[in-house]
């Protein structure tokens, strides 16, 4: 079992948008999720990467995600449903020199865990935050989470991720964080 460090952690988020959140079957969820996650990391500075199936077509990234990073935060474009297929994202992967890689995002059963497989094949350890998943239907999500998990990746959720890189209550952060989630 791989627990996670925060200091060895990217957050990726695979296409969190407008046009595609709307359409998927736990919407409610997964956009709280994905912002706490996003918080989260951000209080405790672990970067993170973010793709968009293509912009123009279905939207950008949600407000509520968009308003914790940085104004200046890179937004990679892509349409092949893998990010890794995106030559910047492999760039910007391997200049962070980090090996855990936080997964989420739409749809749990093309882009996200097409992703995921080619993390592993790459060498990263791949841990998918399964409540701020979706997919327009949830036998296609559930058969995502399971190849992934099948492929080796490690399925947890959103507190999972969050107390793991906390570690303890008394992380100078661990207040700041636990509110997101209360």
């Known amino acids: 079992m791989a627990i996670l460090n925060s200091e060895n952690s990217v957050v990726m988020i695979i296409d969190v948008q407008e046009k595609l959140l709307n359409a998927v079957f736990n919407k409610t969820s997964l956009e709280k999720k994905a912002e706490i996650i996003t918080k989260s990391a951000n209080i405790l500075n672990i970067p993170v ?33 893998s990010a890794l297929e995106n030559t910047e994202v492999v760039k910007a992967l391997e200049f962070l020199g980090k090996k855990q890689v936080v997964l989420f995002g739409i749809e749990t059963h093309i882009c996200v865990s097409q992703t995921a497989e080619a993390l592993i094949k790459a060498g990263y350890e791949v841990h998918v935050v399964k409540d701020a998943c979706g997919s327009r239907a949830e036998l296609e999500y559930s058969a995502g989470l399971a190849r992934m998990q099948d492929n080796g990746a490690h399925i947890i959720t959103t507190e999972i991720a969050v107390f793991e890189w906390l570690k303890s209550a008394k992380h100078p952060n661990f207040k700041e964080v636990q509110t997101l989630i209360k």
Do not use: H, N
């Not at 407000?63 to 892509?78: A, H």
């Open 49 to 81: 990467i973010v793709t968009e199936q293509y912009p123009k077509g279905l939207g950008y990234t949600i407000e509520g995600i968009r308003s914790v990073l940085p104004q200046d935060m890179v937004y990679y474009d892509k349409t092949a449903f």
